[in-house]
């Protein structure tokens, strides 16, 4: 039920050849157009957790190692449609966690995204991470261990090679930190980004952002909420609010025990998604959850009670059938 609008003529194919995909709450789907006369042993699709490879007869369009999230490579598939001038081979991949909206199709299309977005000075309209979605993810604990060592392992050689104020060494750290967080490397990842934080916020690009995003989420996850505040406060500032910044806020001062405040950014939050033109927001129950259980602390036992019941309702209806 989500559709992302293709990019126009104007803008870059991003990622490679495929300019347009559609989703709903198990799979993505795009298609690319082809002649004729090609054939089964023309496609080649390699998938991995994270990772696609798509060619047809040699072309590449699709090649990422960056999936915005994660797939089931045993679900996922190809096939073809139409016939003669109208002919097309479609790719399907299916969601290792069915529900879960992608804001883009690759991490590197939602860098552009954000990109533009701050050039037109709308960059709060695109949804950062909630803290919830970080625990969101349910692939194999002995998957996850393999990645981190590979994706570890390549870092330090870039970072050894090109030293740490570099692009591919950059990318291949938040790549790893992705992985790392997902396992609870904290500690680890602490000590990485007392090395990385001060070179990014010299940057001007995204990695500034991705650095004093990574650093909340690690505070906020080591239960150094005093320290997480600011730095989600700083977010704000550059990017201005959004639904899911809002919801980062408000558990932290739901955390610390600042029910008032953790109330206004959970409303907040709240708004954002009420107004998103009528499109299904995947942290809405988590928000309604927050909002509820605040307000229950607050001692608003009956006004708490039904914000936890249209919550719940909202998971009820998110849930596999």
């Known amino acids: 039920f989500f559709r992302t609008p293709a990019m126009s ?8 050849g495929v300019k347009d995909w559609t989703q709903n709450d198990s799979d993505l789907t795009f298609s690319v157009p082809c002649g004729a006369d090609v054939a089964k042993k023309d496609i080649l699709l390699k998938l991995l957790i994270q990772s696609i490879t798509f060619k047809v007869k040699g072309t590449t369009y699709l090649q990422a190692e960056d999936l915005w999230g994660k797939i089931d490579v045993d679900e996922s598939h190809w096939h073809f449609e139409g016939s003669d001038g109208d002919k097309k081979v479609t790719v399907v ?11 883009a199709l690759t991490r590197r299309e ?6 533009q977005m701050t050039k037109d000075g709308t960059a709060g309209s695109l949804a950062m991470p909630s803290l919830g979605e970080l625990d969101d993810d349910t692939e194999d604990a002995v998957q996850q261990v393999e990645d981190e060592k590979r994706l570890e392992a390549r870092f330090r050689k870039l970072r050894e090679e090109n030293g740490l104020d570099n692009e591919d060494t950059l990318k291949a750290f938040f790549e790893m930190f992705d ?7 904290l500690n680890k990842l602490s000590d990485y980004l007392a090395d990385v934080v001060p070179v990014c916020r010299k940057r001007n690009d995204e990695f500034k952002l991705k650095a004093i995003q990574a650093l909340a989420f690690v505070r906020w996850k080591q239960s150094r909420f005093k320290e997480a505040l600011p730095i989600f406060h ?3 500032e550059v990017l ?3 639904a899911a910044l809002c919801e980062n806020i408000a558990h932290t001062y739901n955390s610390m025990g600042d029910y008032p405040k953790a109330e206004q950014y959970f409303r907040e ?3 954002f998604i009420e107004s ?3 499109t299904p927001h995947n942290n809405e129950g988590g928000v309604l959850l927050g909002l509820g259980l605040v307000r229950d602390r607050l001692g608003k036992h009956a006004e708490g009670l039904p914000i936890l019941e249209k919550g719940h309702e909202v998971y009820g209806r998110r849930a596999p059938r």
């Open 269 to 271: 939050a709240l708004k």
């Open 276 to 278: 998103s033109s009528g």
């Open 240 to 242: 201005g609010k959004s």
């Open 93 to 103: 991949l299916a969601k290792l966690n069915s529900g879960k909206e992608w804001q």
């Open 9 to 16: 003529e104007s803008e870059p194919v991003l990622p490679d």
């Open 179 to 185: 992985t790392c967080i997902q396992l609870y490397r």
């Open 110 to 115: 939602a860098t552009y995204k954000r990109e």
């Open 234 to 236: 700083e977010m704000e």
